[in-house]
């Protein structure tokens, strides 16, 4: 998978390409305008002096009577060293005989080039390059003209091309060097830039905000609380799923709408200072939800306020699940219910007049329970527990389910291993859930309940008759959530996970298709000790 470049790489990259193009344009155009420039200053300077000379009365003089003086020789020889960018001067006559040359062996010989017809013919001064005796150069012509007007012969002033090529070389490293020197510049500035926007950016790159932000999007809408951001001004910004769904309503703006009438109108709430509201209950519709609302601030200047929803209704029922106190409540209502069938036998037999059939209905009934509860009681001593289990007893007699406390059982009134509460918790769901297996299952209906505390360990197994499952369903139930009875359950098997694994115990499941299901619970350290290895080995 190709590596996306950071934010920081892109920009430096980017603005390094823009520089360097804007460099390459500019310094493109500027270095072609400067060499155009050195040929022309060259040609201005050897064009200019072969007029000047042409014109001059003591070369004219010494063309048209073909005899250069030693004086004269002498001045265009200073000249050739003195003058920038002149290399040669040469004056020939109409015979196209050289009259004076640098180079003394050349004097009295024909001029080379082929170029100097012109000037030969009168034309005005003009520049060429060409070859002469020697190298390539660039040369200027002017023609030497006679008191009657007539040519003569003409002036050749020349300029070496390698030096002229030499100059333009060396301008064009001048060019590179800085043309370096502006593009490392160029670089350094993207770079800066580029970190002060990443660090605006709290070190991320755009691709991460997308990421995160549909991460966000996706966590916020799963959730079950519905939450709103409410900025200073009263203006509800944003809202997920669940907080639309409390309102039924699909139209964004309609949804937002609402919410600020409620804060505003309903709650009082102003967003500029008011302060935290916590479990503040409002009525919408047909539903109650608690409304919680948070201030956001950043270095001491508020933004704006969460609001956080939730149904009242599901909460008062998580906290049910949590404390297992809807389990005791179902085990008091079998019993009741149980002792009202009971009593409804007893008066149906009194009016029938079988008194004597009443009597011993009651004898044989209170016998019955007195023995089953006087077992249970005998062998678990937490009152709490003991009642969650004869009313799980009854509740299964409704079930038409036979469900029995194993004699070998032995559960202490103060248990070290787990509160009062986890094990309602724990051992409610555990039956409720094997009740639940055995469903409809018409022949074998049992299920049977194990409990063991010693100094060793506390022990729940759960046994049960129903439909059994296979390994892949088994590693299912290890999922969180996961069950088989609908949307809205499947917490049960959460919450025994979360206080068999946060007590440092174990869940061991045995089960075959058609077989029933075992369930067995096994923690080994004690409360105390676990409070003491938290706190890093010292009791408080």
């Not at 007029?51 to 005899?67: F, G, M, Q, R």
């Not at 008191?147 to 003409?154: K, P, Q, R």
């Not at 039956?431 to 506390?458: C, M, P, Q, T, Y």
Request: glycine share 8%; aromatic share 8%; proline share 1%.
């Amino acid at each position: 998978m190709k590596k996306e470049l950071s934010l920081r790489n892109k920009m430096a990259l980017s603005y390094s390409l823009l520089v360097f193009l804007i460099l390459a344009i500019t310094m493109g155009f500027l270095w072609f305008q400067r060499t155009d420039a050195i040929t022309d200053n060259i040609d201005k300077t050897i064009s200019g002096l072969s007029y000047t000379l042409a014109n001059d009365p003591a070369i004219v003089k010494a063309v048209k009577e073909e005899n250069m003086t030693g004086q004269l020789s002498g001045y265009l020889t200073d000249l050739c060293k003195n003058v920038d960018h002149v290399d040669y001067i040469v004056v020939v006559n109409k015979e196209d005989i050289r009259l004076y040359h640098l180079e003394k062996d050349k004097i009295g010989q024909h001029f080379q080039g082929g170029d100097e017809k012109k000037a030969l013919e009168g034309a005005d001064t003009y520049v060429t390059e060409g070859k002469g005796s020697r190298e390539f150069q660039r040369r200027a012509f002017s023609s030497v003209y006679n008191e009657e007007g007539e040519c003569v012969g003409f002036v050749m002033v020349s300029s070496y091309v390698k030096q002229i090529q030499k100059m333009k070389q060396d301008e064009f490293i001048h060019f590179v060097l800085l043309f370096a020197l502006a593009l490392t510049i160029g670089i350094l500035f993207a770079i800066i830039i580029a970190e002060s926007i990443k660090k605006s950016l709290l070190g991320y790159d755009p691709h991460q905000f997308t990421e995160m932000f549909l991460q966000r999007e996706e966590i916020l809408d799963d959730l079950e609380e519905g939450i709103a951001l409410i900025n200073v001004e009263g203006v509800c910004e944003y809202t997920n799923q669940s907080a639309r769904n409390f309102y039924k309503i699909k139209e964004e703006d309609q949804i937002r709408q609402a919410i600020q009438t409620l804060m505003k109108d309903t709650l009082s709430f102003d967003c500029q200072n008011g302060k935290n509201i916590y479990n503040r209950k409002v009525r919408l519709g047909d539903t109650s939800i608690l409304v919680d609302a948070a201030p956001i601030e950043e270095k001491g200047k508020r933004l704006g306020t969460l609001i956080i929803f939730k149904d009242r209704t599901e909460m008062m029922r998580l906290a049910e699940e949590l404390t297992g106190v809807q389990h005791i409540i179902a085990a008091l209502r079998a019993t009741t219910h149980e002792h009202k069938n009971a009593m409804h036998v007893i008066l149906g037999l009194l009016q029938t007049g079988e008194t004597k059939m009443a009597m011993e209905y009651i004898d044989s009934e209170v016998t019955r329970e007195s023995t089953e509860e006087n077992f249970v009681l005998e062998r678990i001593k937490n009152k709490t527990i003991a009642a969650l289990i004869i009313g799980k007893r009854n509740r299964a007699k409704e079930l038409n389910i036979r469900f029995q406390l194993l004699k070998e059982s032995y559960l202490e009134a103060h248990n070290p291993y787990l509160s009062a509460n986890d094990l309602v918790t724990v051992i409610g769901n555990l039956i409720e859930n094997a009740f639940d297996a055995i469903g409809k299952k018409e022949d074998i209906r049992e299920v049977n309940l194990f409990i063991l505390s010693d100094e060793n360990a506390l022990t729940i197994i759960v046994d049960d008759t129903g439909e059994g499952m296979d390994n892949q369903t088994i590693e299912k139930i290890r999922n969180e959530r996961y069950t088989t009875k609908g949307e809205g359950h499947g917490v049960g098997m959460t919450l025994i996970r979360q206080i068999v694994y946060g007590s440092g115990g174990l869940i061991q499941v045995e089960s075959e298709p058609g077989e029933g299901s075992s369930f067995t619970i096994s923690i080994n350290q004690p409360r105390e000790r676990r409070k003491v290895e938290e706190t890093g080995g010292k009791k408080s």
